[in-house]
């Protein structure tokens, strides 16, 4: 059974920091380009990070960028998502999803091509 778990959320102070784990089975991570999605209350799901299969291409969303790190250990099929210096805007439900269409990350993360997806992490960041 093909699967991806996400962990790590939680609440935590304005400033302060978590780093979220996406665990796959029943697949090989290797081939596959991996982002995080995060949905906020009322809001539209949004790509924020992408790593490549070697980690060797990666994408942050502006909102995100010099604050949360993306990494992936592939020996160990685990993606992790560093999140520092978070801010009450982060507050959101967190997904991990893979992208069986590339290997590499693009200027962007287009949903329809991640086809494998976690249940969610949710971290809400109180001010």
């Known amino acids: 059974q093909v699967q991806l778990v996400e962990s790590g959320g939680g609440l935590v102070q304005s400033g302060g920091s978590l780093r979220l784990s996406c665990a796959a089975s029943?697949?090989?991570?290797?081939?596959?380009?991996i982002g995080w999605f995060r949905q906020a209350p009322g809001k539209e799901r949004e790509g924020v990070l992408c790593i490549g299969h070697s980690g060797d291409t990666t994408f942050y969303a502006d909102s995100v960028k010099g604050r949360f790190t993306i990494s992936r250990d592939n020996a160990k099929n685990t993606v992790w998502l560093q999140m520092d210096s978070l801010k009450p805007e982060d507050t959101a439900d967190y997904y991990c999803?893979?992208?069986?269409?590339?290997?590499?990350?693009?200027?962007?993360?287009?949903?329809?091509?991640?086809?494998?997806w976690g249940q969610g992490t949710q971290v809400t960041v109180s001010s």
């Open positions: 999803a893979a992208n069986l269409m590339r290997s590499r990350c693009s200027d962007g993360l287009i949903q329809h091509e991640f086809s494998y």
């Open positions: 029943g697949f090989f991570l290797d081939y596959y380009a």
